[in-house]
């Protein structure tokens, strides 16, 4: 495992991919151009592609715990999302809502981070852990 430097700020990427088997997530995070973590989770209910996004991010979050990273900013291509979190656009469904409130709260545990909506080509590498897991039985 590769010990954080407390001044770096850790790149996470993130995705969410649902589909009738269950739902995956792939998460990569990096700290220099050399190291790369990636990981993947897969959830065996069956879950909304929203839910699947929201999930990923606390995958994410809780990964970039685990490592002990004080800085940390996450890359999504979920524009609804990221902009719910940053508190652009309402989370209307009580769900939702529910996962926005509780990944503001786990996030309080870095120093410093946020959150960046990238395009899906930029985000292609998660994107393919996460369908992984989703297409598993």
Known sequence: MVQPDEE?????????ASSLAGCGV???????PREKIK??????????????????ILVGIRAAREIRTSRVMLYFDSQLITQQIKGAYEAK??????YLQFIKTQAKIF???GIEQIPREENGEVDALAKV???LS
């Open 8 to 16: 770096k700020v850790w790149r996470v990427f993130v995705d969410g």
């Open 26 to 32: 792939g998460v990569v995070i990096i700290s220099s």
């Open 39 to 56: 990981m993947t989770v897969r959830i065996d209910s069956l879950v909304t592609y929203n839910k699947a996004e929201y999930e990923a």
């Open 93 to 98: 469904d009580d769900r939702m809502l529910k």
């Open 111 to 113: 120093v410093d981070w």
């Open 133 to 135: 897991d989703a297409s």
